[in-house]
């Protein structure tokens, strides 16, 4: 097992691909670094969730904790070998695989083609969707281990940008901050209007 603090990296870009890990507790960020650079976060992971698992022979992004995490992790030999025994797990790994890509396509349109709001709710609606299928059960909390620049980062805004949005949606009433890293959805439905695009009330 790996524990992280805060800032703490588990592998950075470019370092050789020898470990496959499994986050357990806690949250990571994902990024790249740009030529001119300038970072972008393409993601965020949370407990069940897979790093490493590439055919590639170097790691094509850094890793970072976001809050205290734990990690398992195997060799790259034993996880192929744990895979070849365990055909169930091969196929919830291309399960995840096709939720990644389904994941980085609606990014490219969320960084496209949406307003600063949505580009916001549409961020919140995916953590209230995680937090779901990790109990199982419907929600109307989820946290937010990241902080506001990491967002920014993630949805290719400023921070004071996504401040202003944060106070627009509280404005609504369509979310509340129960604290600064846990919010609250008041209004779902009109959360999904937001994040579609289809409110009057949204803002650049």
């Not at 398992?72 to 192929?80: I, K, L, N, T, V």
């Not at 709710?121 to 995680?130: P, Q, T």
């Amino acid at each position: 097992m790996q524990r992280l603090k805060p800032e703490q990296s588990v592998f950075h870009e470019g370092d050789p691909a020898r470990r496959v890990f499994m986050v357990t507790h806690g949250a990571l960020k994902l990024y790249t670094l740009l030529a001119d650079g300038r970072r972008q976060i393409t993601g965020f992971m949370f407990p069940g969730d897979f790093l490493g698992v590439s055919i590639d022979e170097e790691y094509a992004f850094t890793v970072e904790a976001l809050e205290d995490t734990e990690l398992w992790w195997f060799s790259r030999e034993a996880f192929d070998r744990f895979i070849s025994d365990h055909p169930q797990v091969e196929r919830e790994l291309y399960r995840l695989a096709a939720h990644e890509l389904a994941e980085a396509q609606r990014q490219m349109v969320l960084l496209g083609r949406k307003a600063a709001a949505e580009r916001l709710a549409s961020f919140f609606l995916g953590l209230l969707d995680r937090a779901e299928r990790a109990s199982g059960k419907a929600e109307t909390c989820f946290d937010l281990p990241m902080s506001r620049i990491d967002i920014a980062d993630y949805l290719g805004l400023t921070k004071e940008t996504v401040s202003r949005m944060l106070a627009h949606l509280r404005s609504l009433r369509l979310i509340r901050l129960q604290a600064q890293n846990r919010v609250e959805v008041l209004n779902r439905s009109g959360l999904s209007e937001m994040a579609d695009g289809m409110s009057a009330d949204h803002i650049n």
